[in-house]
């Protein structure tokens, strides 16, 4: 006689399939083409700002103090693109390393088919960041030449738990600004557009990765566990890192290095960060990916 008994690898599986298909069904129901839903048309008001100023790595220094309204407005502008200009950079790592994950797996699997529907939200969510920098009359934003190569790097070489919780940290981080810039009235109505479309279609994606950050920690020696908290500790020192260009603030008509200096040292953006991730923390914490030597990456970055 046959056991009825499920062994727990296949109660596992089942249960990792659901969540897919129930991500495959929202997507069916609640996803947007920026192509139509953006006004891409209408000519920038620079009446507008392009992000919560509140947001501004200068709001709440003397610098700030000293800004016209417009030279306030035309930073978070810049500021604004370059966010998204980092965000292009890791979608376009984040797609490499789905891609990678599911080289060679069951097509059929509901994972499998979530996989490459995020992957075609990231392509949609690239060109729409694209746009919308442009739009906001802002040049061609870059992580600096050794960050671009330690992404070259991570992107091939991470793998499971660790470029999971890597995607998971750059969406998180980029959802709780968009969650108060899209609410925002003094933001430009075309990038409120472009950050609604992208919390709600992220939202799935934070879903997938954080379930399988947990799934690929199920069977992680402590030596695995380790190794893998700090390198994605690192990776997202540098994500954050590089969301504000350098050269945001020439290009806003204000002295670089007088904003640079002053940024580096705002108390309130730096304790904005921290807020604003403690339930990223408090998630990498229950993984067990808070370790001793993350720690260290992520006070630098000001996440903890």
Same mark, same amino acid.
């Not at 596992?12 to 069904?25: C, H, P, T």
């Not at 700002?49 to 035309?74: C, I, M, N, V």
């Not at 949609?124 to 030449?145: D, E, W």
């Not at 992107?155 to 969406?171: D, M, P, Q, S």
């Given at each position: 006689?046959?056991?009825?008994?499920? !062994?727990?690898?296949?109660?596992?599986?089942?249960?990792?399939?659901?969540? %897919?298909?129930?991500?495959?069904?929202?997507?069916?129901?609640?996803?947007?083409?920026?192509?139509?839903?953006?006004?891409?048309?209408?000519?920038?008001?620079?009446?507008?700002? +392009? %992000?919560?100023?509140?947001?501004?790595?200068?709001?709440?220094? %003397?610098?700030?103090?000293?800004?016209?309204?417009?030279?306030?407005?035309?930073?978070? !502008?810049?500021?604004?693109?370059?966010?998204?200009?980092?965000?292009?950079?890791?979608?376009?790592?984040?797609?490499?390393?789905?891609?990678?994950?599911?080289?060679?797996?069951?097509?059929?699997?509901?994972?499998?088919?979530?996989?490459?529907?995020?992957?075609?939200?990231?392509?949609?969510?690239?060109?729409?960041?694209?746009? +919308?920098?442009?739009?906001?009359? &802002?040049?061609?934003?870059?992580?600096?030449?050794?960050?671009?190569?330690?992404?070259?790097?991570?992107?091939?070489?991470?793998? +499971? @738990?660790?470029?999971?919780?890597?995607?998971?940290?750059?969406?998180?981080?980029?959802?709780?600004?968009? !969650?108060?810039?899209?609410?925002? @009235?003094?933001?430009?109505?075309?990038?409120?557009?472009?950050?609604?479309?992208?919390?709600?279609? @992220?939202?799935?994606?934070?879903?997938?990765?954080?379930?399988?950050?947990?799934?690929?920690?199920?069977?992680?020696?402590?030596?695995?566990?380790?190794?893998?908290?700090?390198?994605?500790?690192?990776?997202?020192?540098?994500?954050?890192?590089?969301?504000?260009?350098?050269?945001?603030? %020439?290009? &806003?008509?204000?002295?670089?290095? !007088?904003?640079?200096?002053?940024?580096?040292?705002?108390?309130?953006?730096?304790?904005?960060?921290?807020?604003?991730?403690?339930?990223?923390?408090?998630?990498?914490?229950?993984?067990?990916?808070?370790?001793?030597?993350?720690?260290?990456?992520?006070?630098?970055?000001?996440?903890?």
């Amino acid at each position: 006689m046959a056991s009825s008994t499920v !062994r727990p690898e296949d109660q596992d599986r089942a249960a990792e399939q659901d969540v %897919a298909r129930r991500l495959l069904d929202s997507s069916a129901k609640l996803s947007y083409d920026p192509a139509t839903e953006v006004d891409w048309d209408t000519p920038l008001d620079t009446d507008h700002h +392009g %992000a919560s100023p509140e947001w501004s790595t200068l709001f709440g220094t %003397a610098y700030w103090g000293e800004l016209t309204d417009a030279q306030r407005k035309a930073l978070t !502008r810049q500021e604004a693109a370059s966010v998204a200009s980092t965000g292009i950079w890791f979608e376009m790592i984040l797609q490499q390393m789905v891609l990678r994950d599911m080289y060679a797996k069951d097509p059929t699997d509901p994972r499998f088919q979530w996989a490459l529907t995020e992957v075609a939200d990231e392509c949609r969510h690239s060109i729409m960041f694209a746009r +919308g920098a442009a739009k906001l009359g &802002a040049p061609a934003y870059r992580p600096r030449r050794p960050v671009l190569e330690l992404g070259r790097a991570f992107k091939t070489l991470a793998f +499971g @738990e660790a470029a999971y919780a890597a995607i998971l940290v750059a969406e998180e981080v980029l959802d709780v600004m968009q !969650r108060d810039w899209m609410r925002d @009235e003094r933001v430009a109505p075309f990038v409120r557009t472009i950050n609604n479309i992208h919390v709600v279609e @992220e939202s799935r994606h934070m879903k997938f990765a954080r379930d399988e950050t947990r799934k690929r920690l199920r069977d992680a020696g402590p030596v695995r566990r380790h190794l893998n908290a700090l390198v994605v500790a690192i990776a997202s020192y540098y994500i954050v890192t590089s969301m504000v260009n350098r050269d945001v603030y %020439a290009n &806003a008509g204000l002295d670089g290095d !007088r904003a640079r200096a002053e940024a580096r040292t705002n108390e309130h953006h730096k304790s904005l960060m921290r807020s604003s991730c403690s339930g990223l923390m408090e998630f990498l914490s229950s993984a067990g990916l808070l370790t001793k030597p993350a720690l260290f990456f992520y006070k630098r970055a000001d996440l903890i």
